[in-house]
């Protein structure tokens, strides 16, 4: 049975349950020159991370509920931090939970983990 709220990983990818609803798969990739990451939501862009200076992102276009645009964007944003700053994956499983906390988002601490993956493989 589907929870009402949590995350599901698998390998790069990230799923957002939100009222026993799927959203996702967010993901992420290389720039071809790999100085930047982009950012995709069920693999159409919507964003780019290019320097600490330089990040878009814009999911209006998928009408998605507020609280799946503000839980994705906190977990992509953790899943670039981890790949940028070398974080292991407990390291970040505590960054995430830390953000989560943090923004009030305590219930999608449900996590499901395919394969053992979190997203910064």
Known sequence: MISSHGLRFAESRFWVTHRRREYGPF????????????????????????????????????????????????????????????????EFAELLTERLQASGYDRFLNIDHENGTNGIE
């Not at 100085?35 to 919507?46: A, C, M, N, P, S």
């Open 27 to 90: 993901d992420y990739e290389w720039s071809k020159d790999l100085r930047g990451v982009e950012l995709t939501y069920r693999d159409q862009k919507f964003g780019e991370y290019c320097s600490d200076d330089e990040i878009y992102a814009d999911l209006t276009e998928f009408k998605l509920p507020l609280s799946v645009v503000e839980v994705g964007s906190i977990v992509i944003g953790c899943i670039v931090f981890a790949l940028l700053n070398g974080l292991g994956q407990l």
